[in-house]
């Protein structure tokens, strides 16, 4: 029995453009299988250089090396040397990102840090900041840790948390303002935020403006630089592919830096972190975004993971992500029964992540199904249907294919 014209066709438009596209080689550097995995926006894939670079840290480095380690095999500079790495892909220049602790605690020390800088007189990244500041803004719809987190940092600094929507936040900046934390991609729905515009709202009021960018480092173009975000935070183990629980990063835009005021000074970010003195001096520059001692193992691991990205602009990146999710949509209207599910994702590709979140009955067990057939992506209660696409191994034909057995799960 023949397939459906329109099945054909879609299916012939999807080796069209895995033919001519520019990202493709990149998929051999990654350990994949015949599943179509679509949850990179949870736990991106296993870049294929990890596994024998990790033996060596732990073989050579580890075993045989020991303490000379942290000189010879360059441990010490780390955070800061990865850090510079992952900067071109948010488009920050170096001696701006530190790697190192969790995403929480990042944001904890963004948070914190943001609403002192504020407060300085003269202060923080916009005019009129002052003492008088003692109110935090948070996207209302943040993942829930940002949530958490912010409202402890504001408890902490004496400070009342106010969360709004996005859309929302320039109309509710005033004097009171000290510091702000959006997130540039929501979780559920894949909604891009206008990272410049608002970062420019919040400086107006004199605010300090705090980024969460777990969703859209190595998706999109960021502009950290370009638009003048005063700190970001974000997570390597999704489209870095860093790992499970791979370390976090913290951006401080360089003019902030000897402002930024961490409420987790530790000897490694001490001027002199074997001086071993009672009084604590903060180090030069990110340096003083670290901590404690670095964990080395993930650490490497995130390391070699980076080097996928050689020689791949971002810009490439976001072009071919957009055109998977326009793709995927369109083959989900072609196969889906009408009325069975609902995009919650943007369809104006500037208010679109690299995620398609699809709101549909019965959410979890059709997920479930989806995964029994290979179509790996995930659920958020209570009905959201979550696949993410990442560029340097997502092929169009896995997007014709999902969207396909989506179509068959729900006849």
């Known amino acids: 029995m023949s397939e459906p014209r329109e099945s054909a066709e879609l299916r012939t438009r999807a080796e069209s453009l895995d033919s001519t596209d520019e990202l493709a080689k990149a998929r051999e550097q990654f350990v994949l299988d015949e599943v179509v995995y679509l949850d990179g926006n949870s736990l991106g894939a296993l870049p294929a250089g990890v596994p024998g670079r990790v033996e060596d840290v732990v073989r050579r480095q580890w075993g045989e090396l020991r303490i000379r380690s942290w000189d010879e095999s360059g441990w010490w500079t780390a955070p800061e040397r990865i850090g510079d790495r992952i900067a071109p892909l948010v488009g920050a220049g170096p001696g701006q990102i530190v790697v190192g602790d969790s995403t929480s605690v990042n944001v904890f020390k963004a948070v914190v840090a943001a609403v002192r800088m504020a407060r300085l007189a003269g202060g923080g990244a916009g005019q009129g900041a002052g003492g008088g500041r003692d109110e935090v803004v948070v996207d209302a719809t943040t993942f829930p840790t940002d949530g958490y987190i912010a409202e402890s940092a504001a408890r902490l600094t004496g400070c009342t948390l106010r969360p709004v929507l996005p859309s929302e936040v320039p109309d509710v900046l005033g004097p009171r303002t000290a510091a702000v934390l959006l997130n540039h991609v929501d979780y559920r729905t894949g909604r891009l935020h206008d990272l410049q515009s608002l970062t420019a709202a919040v400086h107006a009021a004199g605010a300090v403006a705090v980024w969460d960018l777990c969703h859209s480092a190595g998706a999109l173009p960021v502009g950290l630089d370009e638009h003048g975000v005063d700190l970001a935070v974000g997570c390597t183990y999704k489209y870095l592919n860093g790992g499970p629980g791979s370390p976090a990063y913290l951006y401080v835009r360089r003019d902030l830096q000897d402002r930024f005021d961490s409420p987790l000074p530790g000897w490694n970010s001490h001027a002199e972190p074997f001086g071993m003195r009672p009084d604590y001096e903060a180090a030069p520059g990110a340096l003083r975004g670290r901590v404690g001692t670095p964990d080395i193992l993930s650490m490497l691991a995130l390391e070699a993971a980076l080097d996928v990205w050689d020689g791949i602009p971002i ?73 993410g696409f990442t560029p340097l191994y997502v092929g169009f034909a896995d997007v014709e294919r999902a969207a396909g057995v989506l179509g068959e799960v729900l006849a």
């Open 315 to 387: 810009e490439s990146v976001r072009a071919k992500s957009l055109a998977l999710t326009d793709f995927f949509l369109e083959c989900v209207a072609a196969y889906v029964p009408e009325g069975r599910v609902e995009s919650l994702t943007p369809s104006a590709h500037r208010e679109r992540g690299s995620q398609v979140a699809l709101r549909c009955d019965n959410a979890g067990e059709v997920m479930q199904r989806l995964i029994a057939r290979g179509v790996i992506g995930d659920f958020r209660h209570p009905d959201v249907l979550r696949f």
